[in-house]
């Protein structure tokens, strides 16, 4: 049997990215697995969740400024919301990622941080966390 | 116990986004689990699948078009055929997703459709399914 | 039950894909599992893993070409280390992708190879496997 988190999210900016690490552990701490997989997954389509560093806030603004480069807020699409650019960064990012667990614990590199990506706030976000065995 | 199902789409363009939703639901309906995972996997190496927003057809166009230009058809490649363009858009947008199953049903969010992503088309493709309550 | 195993990589250059297809089907052959997932996780935020054509080596440097030309090394980055390329490379291929199993081995296109992705070595690499039924 699997076990089923909802969390919301309040972002702060138009591209931001939010560490979902406590959350994570806590969604796998308190579904009592010991091994098994937690999908953390978004349900939206102008934000997505990804796995990177989480020492250094440059690199935060890095990735989100070079996204921001290859796709351009302000290119002409077709898209009838001014947000095209943030479904599209989405594509790219990902709507969800897995994470192994072990010994009751995410079991993420030593770098690692799950990071919620926020490409059309400021918005209250849902993210959804399933922890199972298998 | 996993329920496994395979099944045939034929692209019509050389790159198009072709909606899975209602063969995900069916897939899984049919396999009875109320809460897990269902994962969408597609064994083409020039085609992916993603999750987006659905309702807009101007946005699908907008991501095929970004993506050609980040990935241009006609630049030099070394690969021996003339579909470098379309693994490489691939590679970016992923072979896989992730489906939350609730209550018998897709977990998704209000918006969200899930995309096969036709790059080297038009042809006949494969889209795997795998629904397990785990 | 899930079966885990862990192994060990040296890549030799700074961007390098290598393929996992071997150990792919023998962590799956071990595991006794006959259907159900691999995940294969990569836990660092330099490197990623993805799913693409095995044979055309020439297709493999088109790749690594082209996510250069998108996130070149020496641009203006924030980041204290000189590796911040390596870390949105990672982004946009992603950190994990999960194989179906069937009948006791991966069910991958015929074309398919999962390759893990170098983009800051070289270095010694680990990367997670875990086999389960569900």
């Known amino acids: 049997m699997g076990h089923f988190k ?3 999210l309040d972002s702060r900016e138009r591209a ?8 994570v552990a806590k969604a796998i701490a308190d579904s009592g697995v010991k091994d098994g ?12 969740v990804t796995i990177n560093e989480g020492a250094d ?3 935060v603004r890095d990735i989100l ?6 796709v351009p807020q ?3 699409y077709a898209h009838v919301e001014d947000n095209a650019d943030s479904h599209i960064k989405a594509a790219l990012v990902g709507s969800s990622v897995a994470v192994l667990v072990r010994d ?7 770098w690692q941080s799950v990071f919620f ?7 209250r976000r849902r993210v959804l966390l399933r922890v199972a065995e298998a």
Chains 1, 2, 3 share one sequence.
């Open 117 to 123: 990506c926020e490409f059309d706030g400021p918005r």
């Open 104 to 110: 009751g614990a995410p079991l993420l590199g030593a």
């Open 37 to 48: 997989v937690c999908h953390v997954f978004v349900p939206h389509t102008t934000a997505g």
């Open 16 to 23: 931001e990215l939010i560490k979902l690490d406590e959350h």
């Open 57 to 59: 806030p440059g690199l």
């Open 74 to 76: 302000n290119a002409r």
């Open 65 to 70: 400024a070079r996204l921001a480069q290859l």
């Open 6 to 8: 909802e969390i919301t």
